[in-house]
């Protein structure tokens, strides 16, 4: 049954992406703050979507914590749905992103559309130099950078690798942290159009003020924070 019920999603994906995406096309002349609110009601719906076909809910605490102002957001990337419910919190949001998923038809031209940061991954230093400069200038502007900080998606277990850049991004730009938690992973696993039916934990963590600490704590606290949560979310013991 799971698979004939996430079968319909992705026909449904399929059938309303390129719709979707091209509203989203036709509205790029349109101030991003109020884009970005288009794509904030598309996310809704397709979490409705999956909720009423693949019986996958979600359920998050920690608002409380999410500052008035604009920052910097270091989610788990395990999966397809946190792209999707970041949409619902934070408007507008830009992405730090490899730039081989601009080339992603559908998909890729709504990021390109989206104000995201596009990195060559193997060009060291000088995507380095991008995430800073352009990352503390998307903040300056109002809007939310999402970073996912291992730089690739994960499956519940896998030992965790956090990158320096988006620390280093917070560092230089002065722009505090907010760390994001999540269990996706085990029901919408990465590599798998299979989505188990349940409930999808979200933690949003407390503020790391980023003007209190060095570029190497600001990743070892985020990373402490974000690990040893997933520990009491996940709905297994995967050590």
Same mark, same amino acid.
């Given at each position: 049954?799971?698979?004939?019920?996430?079968?319909?999603?992705?026909?449904?994906?399929?059938?309303?992406?390129? #719709?979707?995406?091209?509203?989203?096309?036709?509205?790029?002349? &349109?101030?991003?703050?109020?884009?970005?609110?288009?794509?904030?009601?598309?996310?809704?719906?397709?979490?409705?979507?999956?909720?009423?076909?693949?019986?996958?809910?979600?359920? =998050?605490?920690?608002?409380? *914590?999410?500052?008035?102002?604009?920052? =910097? =957001?270091?989610?788990?990337?395990?999966?397809?749905?946190?792209?999707?419910?970041?949409?619902?919190?934070?408007?507008?949001?830009?992405? #730090?992103?490899?730039?081989?998923?601009?080339? &992603?038809?559908?998909?890729? %031209?709504?990021?390109?559309?989206?104000?995201?940061?596009?990195?060559?991954?193997?060009?060291?230093?000088?995507?380095?130099?991008?995430?800073?400069?352009?990352?503390?200038?998307?903040?300056?502007?109002?809007?939310?950078?999402?970073?996912?900080?291992?730089?690739?998606?994960?499956?519940?277990?896998?030992?965790? $690798?956090?990158?320096?850049?988006?620390?280093?991004?917070?560092?230089?730009?002065?722009?505090?942290?907010?760390? #994001?938690?999540? *269990?996706?992973?085990?029901? %919408?696993?990465?590599?798998?159009?299979?989505?188990?039916?349940?409930?999808?934990?979200?933690?949003?963590?407390? #503020?790391?003020?980023? *003007?209190?600490?060095?570029?190497?704590?600001?990743?070892?606290?985020?990373?402490? %924070?974000?690990?040893?949560?997933?520990?009491?979310?996940?709905?297994? $013991?995967?050590?």
């Amino acid at each position: 049954m799971a698979h004939i019920r996430s079968t319909l999603y992705l026909a449904f994906m399929w059938l309303t992406v390129p #719709i979707a995406t091209s509203i989203f096309l036709i509205a790029y002349p &349109v101030p991003y703050k109020y884009r970005s609110k288009l794509i904030s009601s598309w996310s809704r719906i397709t979490l409705h979507v999956l909720s009423f076909i693949c019986g996958l809910k979600f359920e =998050i605490s920690g608002m409380e *914590n999410i500052p008035e102002k604009p920052c =910097i =957001i270091f989610c788990k990337h395990q999966s397809t749905w946190e792209t999707m419910a970041l949409q619902l919190l934070f408007t507008p949001q830009v992405w #730090i992103l490899k730039r081989e998923l601009l080339w &992603v038809p559908f998909f890729g %031209w709504t990021l390109a559309s989206m104000k995201s940061i596009a990195i060559d991954r193997s060009s060291g230093k000088k995507a380095l130099n991008q995430i800073i400069e352009k990352g503390t200038q998307r903040l300056e502007e109002g809007n939310w950078v999402v970073i996912f900080p291992e730089g690739t998606r994960k499956r519940p277990g896998d030992e965790p $690798d956090y990158k320096i850049g988006g620390a280093m991004l917070a560092s230089k730009s002065k722009f505090d942290v907010l760390p #994001i938690a999540h *269990n996706a992973g085990e029901f %919408w696993p990465k590599g798998q159009y299979v989505k188990k039916a349940g409930t999808i934990k979200m933690v949003i963590g407390p #503020i790391i003020k980023s *003007n209190e600490l060095s570029t190497k704590q600001i990743k070892q606290v985020s990373e402490q %924070w974000i690990e040893s949560t997933l520990k009491t979310i996940y709905e297994k $013991d995967y050590s």
